[in-house]
């Protein structure tokens, strides 16, 4: 048998063979279906970065959130009772840092980049759902925003309220850092946490420089108490202790060794000019 002969493996697989026919036209179909899921897995929600937002009921959590959903200062609060997810897109003037090296004409760095944010109840008997999706270690977070109003950080307490801002938002702030501690083993990279100290324009809200400093030392005295309730229960662990040293003086960077970086930005999402921008630089660093 000749090479050109009739019959031979070659001539057929260049005929217009029935089986090549088949073939050709099955992968022509099935191509775009099997690119369109691929595309498709790769924009799946799970995919898209998220950010919990929590912090005491009153900080403006739902403000904030409203805010970078809408970009604009109408911020519709309602009283939540579970989490609720939107979906934002990153400010036009911020730019995430992975659309920073891309040259300014190049449409994909203009691309809306897109977030979840994940609004949290911030009444004490809700809180939990916080720290449920914190240690969700099916989703991992893309960091953490912790809102205090910054004009009620004092520690007194006037004659309505069971507790003071000061200590509310320590106590809160600090079993959301020692969740964080206690979880520390399962990531992979450092996780942030920024302090979004809110109403900068109430002239009464302590200056930036200011809350982080109240916020460690009120979490500092937390975590003595707290210490003290162990040691009493007999169940005193270094690992219930935040920063698991008490001999060292609290500071948020001593959490840094548990792969938590904190950060305490000021800022208004309400008032005459809004003050937003360095929060968002933080959300865009991430992205
Ligand atoms: N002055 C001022 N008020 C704010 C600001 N953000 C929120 N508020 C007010 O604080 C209250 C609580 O806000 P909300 O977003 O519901 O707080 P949440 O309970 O943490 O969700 C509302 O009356 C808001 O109008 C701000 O930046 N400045
Ligand atoms: C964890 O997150 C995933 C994806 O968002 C969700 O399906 C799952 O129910 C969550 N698990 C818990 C315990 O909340
Ligand atoms: C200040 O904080 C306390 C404790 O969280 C709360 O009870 C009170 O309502 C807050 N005051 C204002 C004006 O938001
Ligand atoms: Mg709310």
Redesign the pocket.
Known sequence: MAWYDEDSFLTRSFGPSKFAIIITTLILICLPILTHFFFYRAKSPSSIPRFLVCG????GKTAIVTNFERQTSTAQTHTSIEPTTILAVLPPSTRSSSARYRSLNDPQAQALQPLLLVDTP?H?KLRRHAFTALENSTSPLSGIIFVV?A??L?SE??D??????????ASYLHDILLALQKTSATRKKPLKLLVAANKMDVFTALPVSMVKGVLEGEIARTRETRARGLATDGAEEETDILGEDLGVKFRFDVLEEFGVEVEVIGGNVEGDELETEKWWDWVARLL
């Not at 005491?56 to 900080?59: E, F, L, R, T």
């Not at 309505?160 to 938002?169: A, K, R, T």
């Open positions: 005491p009921s009153n900080s911030g004490a109003d004009a009620n004092s307490r006037r309505d309220e069971s507790i003071s801002g000061l200590s509310d938002s």
